[in-house]
């Protein structure tokens, strides 16, 4: 297939010192709620890279569920193939893929384990067809079929109840989420002649400094 001919040409904006927030988290805010405002699907998604310790890197999409001053916060499987990989390794990487707007913003930094408070808490806002689907789910795992997947989310709800009947679903014991604490968060807006402005917060002491890289 040949893809030669699939091009685009940025030219939105542009990003300067002058427009950046003192703190990386409120700037990643303010385009956040610009990425909202214009409509853009699933505006919260996005990409979250893990590797071993040995260095073999895997990536998928999540969900961003919460945003303070310490981090970027997810949820899901801490017994997945993401968990098992932070677990041996906490350093990870998130993007978020910005394209309508002609940006993307990177960041590196370290997960951290919510506790189970906030944990509890985030899970009681999901449907409960989703509190149920994360018991039938042994999420990374090999399944024998899609049939086997349903006959596990069966005696999950049988156990607990469907939708409109029975007690509050208990949060399972492998689910849970993460916070990634900073260390490195880039603004990247696209330009023309690929000459984009890319400007990086790196943590530094108890602030930040801001460079501009080389697009
Ligand atoms: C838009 C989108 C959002 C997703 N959000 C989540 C999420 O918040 N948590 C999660 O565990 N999986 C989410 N998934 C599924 C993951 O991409 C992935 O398939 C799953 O977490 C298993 O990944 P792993 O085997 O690498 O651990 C999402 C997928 C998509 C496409
Ligand atoms: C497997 C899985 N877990 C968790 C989520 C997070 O979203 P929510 O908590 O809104 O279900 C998703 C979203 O797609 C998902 O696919």
Redesign the pocket.
Known sequence: MDLTGLREEYGRGGLDLPDLADDPIEMFERWLAQVIDAGVH?PN?MVVATATPDGRP?S????L?ELGPRGFV????HA????DELAANAHCALLFPWHPLERQVRVEGVAEVLDRAEVEAYFRTRPRGAQIGAWASA??EVVDSRAALAASYARAEERFGPDGQGDAVPVPPHWGGYRVVPEVVEFWQGRPGRMHDRLVYRREGAGWEVVRLAP
């Open positions: 699933e998604a895997s998928r999409m999540v969900l569920k997810f949820f899901t499987n997945s193939r993401k968990g999420q990374s």
